[in-house]
């Protein structure tokens, strides 16, 4: 994981440099899983900074994750420019209780704003 910063105790962000593959999503979701056991439910800010977006395998444990921790979870703001990611993370939105919204890298500070409302 490249960076990962706090906005408030509830709210939790990490920046990705390269593919968001099933590896990098484990090491995120470690570190998400650790917050959990101090405050639930969080939420969760994830910036692509080089729209390589989201391998199938990493999609998919994202999606495990939700599955298992569906109250733990209450926003989601992914921000990337890789119109296939966002696709799949509104896709996404329809199947898992957390709300998720997906925002272009140029309304990064809109999505900041929007996950610690």
């Known amino acids: 994981m490249e960076k990962s910063f706090e906005f408030a105790e ?10 968001i593959d099933q590896e990098k999503i484990e090491e995120i979701l470690a570190a998400v899983k650790q917050r959990i056991k101090k ?5 969760l800010y994830l910036e692509d900074q080089n729209d390589d977006g989201a391998s199938f395998g990493g999609f998919m444990e994202i999606l495990s994750f939700h599955f298992s921790h569906s109250k733990d979870l209450d926003k989601i703001a992914v921000v ?4 296939l990611f966002q696709k799949s993370m509104d896709f996404k939105d329809l199947i898992v209780p957390a709300k998720v919204k997906t925002f272009d890298r140029k309304e990064r500070m809109k999505a900041m704003n929007w996950v610690m409302e």
């Open 39 to 43: 405050i639930s439910p969080i939420c």
């Open 80 to 83: 990337t420019d890789d119109k």
């Open 10 to 19: 509830n709210v939790v962000g990490f920046m990705v440099n390269s593919e």
